[in-house]
């Protein structure tokens, strides 16, 4: 059961452009939105993450948009660049009881052309 | 500061087989969680162990298993490999039990042949 849907599988975009990652979520439990960046060879970092009490976040070029009535949220990456290139992954967790665990989506794999 | 480390980076067995994947936290983290990330599938929770108790476990057979020791390291056991059971394993710890602060290991690449 795929609880946290991600899309697209796969985006190119040339430097500079502004990549958009979606996902959505069913369960309305989650509370804890994080994305992950992983590059070949390497675990998942944390790159920003959000709670439902605010709409936006942003951490330098990183942006999280959320909709909670919509169960969604997307990562914008302004003015990408090559070194951008890596697989996003975003998350879902519920932060109560002893059920603590993150729920990811399929993840992304973003290329960033000259 | 160490970060999270896994041993062995590459792991080759055939089916039938048992495998063993360690992992060590970053010092001070008491939490150690493992994952899958197969091909096409995204990061599936397999185990969390807190101050050495399994304290929950995803929607795998009981061939996956492990243990934390005192030190906060941890073993993660797979039984009777499966073809399927190839996979990235990733071993993530955080400082309390909350999700939001898990940093990751490089992972253990298993080939099942």
């Known amino acids: 059961q795929q609880q946290v849907k991600q899309s697209p599988q796969s985006l190119i975009v040339q430097k500079g452009g502004i990549p958009i990652i979606n996902c959505a979520y069913e369960n309305t439990a989650f509370d804890y939105f994080p994305w992950y960046q992983q590059f070949p060879g390497k675990g998942p970092a944390l790159l920003i993450a959000i709670r439902p009490d605010v709409s936006e976040k942003k951490e330098g070029r990183f942006t999280i948009s959320f909709n909670k009535s919509a169960k969604q949220f997307s990562l914008h990456i302004m003015d990408s660049q090559p070194g951008d290139s890596a697989t996003y992954f975003c998350a879902a967790s519920s932060v109560s009881g002893t059920a603590s665990k993150l729920t990811f989506g399929t993840g992304t794999r973003l290329q960033v052309t000259l | 500061e160490a970060g999270v480390t896994q041993s062995p980076t590459h792991l080759i067995k055939t089916r039938g087989q048992q495998a063993t994947l360690r992992c060590s936290p970053i010092?001070?983290?008491?939490?150690v969680y493992w994952y899958q990330q197969a091909l096409g599938l995204g990061l599936q929770f397999l185990l969390w162990?807190?101050?050495?108790?399994?304290?929950n476990r995803g929607n795998f057979p009981p061939r996956f298993s492990g243990r934390q020791f005192p030190n906060y390291s941890s073993e993660l056991n797979v039984n009777a490999l499966e073809l399927e059971d190839s996979a990235l394993y990733l071993c993530a710890s955080t400082q309390d039990r909350g999700p939001e602060t898990q940093y990751f290991g490089p992972g253990t690449r298993l080939l099942v042949l």
């Open positions: 162990y807190d101050e050495g108790e399994e304290r």
């Open positions: 010092s001070g983290h008491t939490s």
